[in-house]
């Protein structure tokens, strides 16, 4: 079975730098996809950002982008310039490419951002 | 489209009483779950669903607990009877097209509706 490692329970970040989420996960398949979901006050989850495993390029979306390192089973969130709206819990997940598989998550990390 | 529709999103009852949550995902999307989200366990995985088969419900804690997607566009989470144990944030997630195949790019990502907190005293 796959797993999703958060080992930062908590981080903190000042208003406009950039911080750097860890995740790590372990999987014996080669063919998957990853996530980093984002989750506000609100509890709705929303998606962040995605990186197919067969892609080596490291995936970005504006401020946000990540540092795939598939031999290592690593997969770090960058969030650039950072605002206050980022301020949430972020989850790392992982899915299997191939149907039939749910998504697997880590125990997230509470993100502060200082004013 | 509006989305992953959950119902009801608060839900507050005392133990021993029936609850049913409901979900109408994306149309169009084939796989539907349930995740449930507590500070102790974080997000679990209880139930979910492909062309509204149930495919894995070993994450479904116990016989009070049950699942049905008599439809592709409706699902519910029943608990009967309640325990104050039970109380947690329950999430409807969907995606697109699966089965056998390579998950494509537009399929992969799971879509989660707000969540129905419940509470049971």
């Known amino acids: 079975a796959q797993t999703v490692t958060q080992s930062q329970p908590e981080m903190s970040v000042q208003e406009a730098e950039t911080v750097t989420l860890s995740c790590t996960y372990d999987?014996?398949?080669?063919?998957?996809?990853l996530f980093w979901y984002k989750q506000p006050p609100s509890r709705q989850m929303i998606l962040v950002i995605r990186?197919?495993?067969?892609?080596?390029q490291n995936a970005t979306e504006n401020r946000f982008s990540v540092n795939f390192q598939k031999a290592a089973k690593s997969f770090s969130l960058k969030i650039s310039d950072s605002q206050l709206g980022d301020a949430a819990m972020y989850f790392c997940a992982y899915r299997s490419a191939w149907g039939n598989e749910k998504l697997t998550f880590g125990t997230g990390t509470r993100l502060t951002i200082i004013p | 489209d509006a989305g992953v529709i959950q119902s009801p999103r608060h839900e507050v009852t005392e133990m021993g009483q029936e609850v049913t949550l409901r979900c109408k995902p994306i149309?169009?999307?084939?796989?539907l779950f349930w995740y449930r989200q507590t500070m102790m366990r974080g997000l679990e995985l209880l139930i979910y669903f492909n062309n509204n088969v149930p495919i894995d419900d070993s994450g479904m804690p116990e016989d009070r607990f049950s699942a049905k997607m008599p439809n592709a566009s409706f699902s519910t989470l029943k608990i009967q009877p309640s325990e104050p144990r039970d109380s947690a944030v329950y999430f409807c997630?969907?995606?697109?097209?699966?089965?056998?195949?390579?998950?494509?790019?537009?399929?992969?990502?799971?879509?989660f509706g707000a969540g129905s907190r419940l509470t049971v005293l």
């Open positions: 990186q197919e495993a067969y892609k080596q």
């Open positions: 997630a969907s995606s697109g097209r699966g089965g056998l195949v390579r998950l494509g790019s537009g399929a992969n990502v799971l879509t």
């Open positions: 999987t014996s398949e080669s063919d998957y996809y």
């Open positions: 149309s169009g999307h084939d796989y």
